[in-house]
T-cell receptor, first 113, second 112 residues
Framework: AQSVTQLGSHVSVSEGALVLLRCNYS??????LFWYVQYPNQGLQLLLK??????LVKGINGFEAEFKKSETSFHLTKPSAHMSDAAEYFC???????????FGTGTSLTVIP | DTAVSQTPKYLVTQMGNDKSIKCEQN?????MYWYKQDSKKFLKIMFS???????INETVPNRFSPKSPDKAHLNLHINSLELGDSAVYFC???????????FGEGSWLTVV
């Protein structure tokens, strides 16, 4: 069975500061891992995904995530936060079958001017 | 061109009514989903269809009935609406082996 745990339901950072959103996964098979972003009153948009090609994955809007098998983690980072990054972020895991897709509980990112 | 489109975007209705939300995807994907997002932003899968066949049916009241007339469409019908059904419902699709889910914009359902 697969699952993801997002540590911290709310994260606040100052504009220009490092963004770090944490995600740990549980999977009995090599997983596909994803980060999605949801802006207010909108649907979910794919930020990036890990499919075992490379452990460091670069996504849109300057975000990246590193797959660490030893830590079962897939944390999302961005070197410098922008006001426009304020949103809800979801980590997700999928098995090889692709039909089972599980989301974490989400982390709300606030960017302080 | 919208990849996954769902209608209506906003729906306000009274308790006890029956309503439907429609979803269409033009991505050629084999798998479609319905997710429910509550007020705390938790996303919970409700149903998954692959090529018109139901493959995931989570613990959802049987007042909720999905229907997939073809692999590009997955509609959600809800009978006897209750206050607790108020939420955002997201339709999504994915290729059978691609493992990326593409979401619609959501349907905001408010039951009064």
């Amino acid at each position: 069975a697969q699952s993801v745990t997002q540590l911290g339901s709310h994260v606040s950072v100052s504009e220009g500061a490092l963004v770090l959103l944490r995600c740990n996964y549980s999977s009995s098979v090599p997983p596909y891992l994803f980060w999605y972003v949801q802006y207010p009153n909108q649907g979910l948009q794919l930020l990036l995904k890990y499919t075992s090609a490379a452990t460091l994955v670069k996504g849109i809007n300057g975000f990246e995530a590193e797959f660490k098998k030893s830590e079962t983690s897939f944390h999302l980072t961005k070197p410098s936060a922008h006001m426009s990054d304020a949103a809800e972020y979801f980590c997700a895991v999928s098995g090889e079958a692709g039909n089972q897709f599980y989301f974490g509980t989400g982390t709300s990112l606030t960017v302080i001017p | 061109d919208t990849a996954v489109s769902q209608t209506p975007k906003y729906l306000v209705t009274q308790m006890g009514n029956d309503k439907s939300i429609k979803c269409e995807q033009n991505l050629g994907h084999d798998t479609m989903y319905w997710y429910k997002q509550d007020s705390k932003k938790f996303l919970k899968i409700m149903f998954s269809y692959n090529n018109k066949e139901l493959i995931i049916n989570e613990t959802v009241p049987n007042r909720f009935s999905p229907k997939s007339p073809d692999k590009a469409h997955l509609n959600l019908h809800i009978n006897s609406l209750e206050l607790g059904d108020s939420a955002v419902y997201f339709c999504a699709s994915s290729p059978q082996s691609g493992n990326t889910i593409y979401f619609g914009e959501g349907s905001w359902l408010t039951v009064v």
